[in-house]
């Protein structure tokens, strides 16, 4: 039942602003915190391969609790879980911006993720409520894809600027006096109506289990490169991680109310955009992340300088998200959207990997740069259209947090396995002798030339295996 009555309240506007001034603050968290990585990764002593739990530990708790956050707006109130995520990232975002030592900055980037997939769980259900015409809701839409997509942009760019002129500290306390703006805002403008929520039931199980699952797989993996691939404490962890995937898979098949519906891999539009998802993300995010390390320790950026590289490929991904990408599914269906801009972000990321030690902006970086924004623009919104193209209108929303969740899980362990392979690049070329930057440069190529496989992969599984079918969603995705 929807929480809002159908005639919708005179600030509804104001609300959709409230709403879009709380995800800007999770987008930008995305974005911002790799700009100033490399800053991190100094003052704090972390080693190449475990800065990677920086962007992990946020990955995972956010993966982990999307579908969770989702199930627990519809038994006690979309209002009231938005303002506890809040609350939780907000909180966190202090904790992080304080935080003097590596396991501090690590448990408090999970708090981070669990708010953060609160807060994006329910804020589309409440905009879904608050707008019940077509046309209204196809506005306030637009508003909220052009806020997630541009806030990417606006990410990298503060990230740089507050990192340039005071220190990483202030690229998580920026977050402090927006969320309890927000917060207040939230308490006037958006309605304490409960949902009613019979039949529902919480699916602790199913959370823990596959959050527990990839939290062990990618300290494996992590690890892999100091304890040895062989050893038992990776192999212990790696099957450990495996028994709880298992049990993950035996709980979703057993609920009445499972967290990852399985019944939903049986479609084919489902199936195949998951695998897609977890591909693209796995060489999306090791892009974000490793690029920055990069262009700071190879070609020795500034982190303004980071910030300003990385805006050409965001402002492409911002404007086509923003209809762009839609018109292009619609002219030419499903397929070739997707594969042509999976095809141009492997293209992009072969750039990278073959860019030299004193590479050059115009020649060596904007190129990668905007063949990827390029790509992933036009690609992103194809994934989760063909997610959705075949279930019932009821299921949609279940589809596309199907989806979500596979883009955050592969992120994380495609981050975790490309940074660990990175480092055991660049200290086996420094082993033999080359220079310790063109070891460093050695290392993220490999990085790159396989994630762009992982992109080129993707490409091929959806030209191959997607259907054109409907071209629009039932609903708009979670």
């Avoid at 962007?55 to 995972?60: D, R």
């Avoid at 939780?88 to 999970?110: H, N, W």
């Avoid at 995937?245 to 955009?273: D, K, N, Q, W, Y």
């Avoid at 209108?393 to 396995?417: C, E, H, I, K």
Wanted: charged share 10%; glycine share 14%.
């Amino acid at each position: 039942m929807s929480e809002v009555a159908d005639n919708p309240h005179d600030g509804r506007w104001f609300a959709l602003a409230v709403l879009c001034l709380g995800v800007l603050m999770i987008v930008l968290d995305t974005t911002i915190v790799n700009v100033a990585l490399p800053s991190i990764r100094e003052d704090l002593g972390f080693s190449e391969a475990t800065l990677a739990w920086v962007v992990n530990a946020y990955m995972l708790t956010f993966g982990g609790f999307l579908l969770l956050g989702g199930r627990l707006g519809d038994l006690y109130g979309h209002r009231r879980l938005f303002l506890i995520g809040l609350v939780l990232f907000t909180l966190a975002s202090l904790a992080c911006g304080l935080a003097g030592s590596q396991a501090t900055l690590i448990v408090a980037r999970g708090v981070q993720g669990l708010g953060a997939a609160v807060v994006t769980a329910v804020a589309l259900s409440l905009i879904m409520d608050l707008f019940s015409t077509p046309a209204d809701r196809a506005k306030a839409m637009g508003v909220y894809g052009f806020v997630c997509a541009g806030g990417g942009s606006l990410g990298v760019l503060a990230g740089g600027v507050l990192t340039g002129t005071f220190d990483w500290h202030w690229v998580f306390l920026v977050n402090v006096p927006i969320g309890v703006a927000v917060y207040l805002a939230s308490l006037r403008t958006l309605p304490a109506v409960h949902a009613a929520a019979d039949g529902l039931a919480l699916d602790l199980g199913g959370a823990f289990t596959i959050t527990g699952a990839m939290l062990l797989a990618i300290y494996a993996v992590v690890g892999g490169n100091e304890a040895g691939w062989g050893s038992l404490t990776t192999l212990g962890l790696l099957g450990a991680a495996g028994v709880l995937f298992v049990a993950f898979l035996a709980i979703e098949s057993r609920v009445t109310a499972p967290l990852m519906p399985l019944g939903l891999f049986r479609l084919r539009s489902v199936a195949v955009s998951s695998a897609v998802g977890m591909l693209w993300s796995a060489a999306m995010f090791a892009w974000f992340f490793l690029s920055a390390l990069h262009m700071q320790r190879v070609l020795d950026y500034t982190p303004m300088q980071i910030g300003l590289a990385f805006l050409p490929a965001n402002l492409l991904m911002a404007a086509f998200s923003l209809g762009w990408s839609a018109k292009l599914v619609m002219r030419y269906g499903l397929r070739r959207p997707l594969a042509g801009g999976l095809a141009l972000a492997a293209a992009g990321l072969l750039l990278f990997a073959r860019a030299p030690i004193e590479g050059r902006f115009l020649i060596d970086v904007l190129p990668g740069m905007l063949l990827l924004g390029l790509g992933a623009g036009i690609a992103f919104n194809p994934v989760l259209m063909a997610a959705m193209s075949e279930v019932a209108p009821s299921d949609s929303g279940l589809a596309s947090g199907v989806v979500n969740t596979s883009f955050m899980l592969g992120g994380a362990l495609g981050l975790a396995v490309l940074a660990s392979l990175a480092a055991a690049r660049s200290d086996a070329l420094a082993a033999s002798g080359m220079d310790p930057t063109a070891a460093l440069a050695g290392g993220y190529g490999a990085a790159f030339l396989t994630g762009a496989g992982f992109a080129a992969l993707a490409g091929a599984l959806g030209a191959m295996l997607l259907r054109d079918g409907a071209t629009a969603p039932h609903a708009p995705p979670h």
